[in-house]
């Protein structure tokens, strides 16, 4: 079953602008994610390296590089598409999990999935 849940405004999500963080259960593990906005349309991801299981960004929700085009990991300078995650450059070793969107009235929200899911409160 799949549910939508809001996230934040869609005012928060500036292009290649900062990022807003938010938590989610992946396959049984607390991890945390990220939402960007790129060319216009809104993207998430688990921030989770696929180099080594580091979260990309060492200044907090900063993902995007110098040219507002990739998000880099911090740590040893992997590259990522921001629409896709796919890997670019770097140490990554395939894409980042992608979390699906939608963006309505001005809210965005995430979708679940069978291997990820809200955290319990
Ligand atoms: S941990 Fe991300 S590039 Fe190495």
């Not at 938590?23 to 993207?43: E, I, L, Y």
């Amino acid at each position: 079953m799949q549910d939508l849940l809001p996230l934040c405004a869609s005012s928060d999500l500036v292009d290649g602008g900062r990022a807003v963080p938010f938590d989610v259960v992946f396959a049984g593990m607390t991890c945390r994610a990220f939402a960007v906005r790129f060319q216009g349309q809104v993207h998430a991801y688990l921030n989770r390296c696929t180099h080594i299981a580091m979260e990309l960004d060492y200044q907090p929700d900063r993902f995007f590089d110098d040219t507002g085009n990739w998000l880099l990991c911090a740590t040893h300078g992997a590259a990522y598409r921001p629409d896709t995650g796919e890997c670019a450059g770097g140490p990554c070793r395939g894409g980042l999990v992608k979390i699906e969107l939608s963006e309505s009235g001005g809210v965005v929200r995430w979708h679940t999935a069978w291997n990820l899911q809200p955290l319990a409160f």
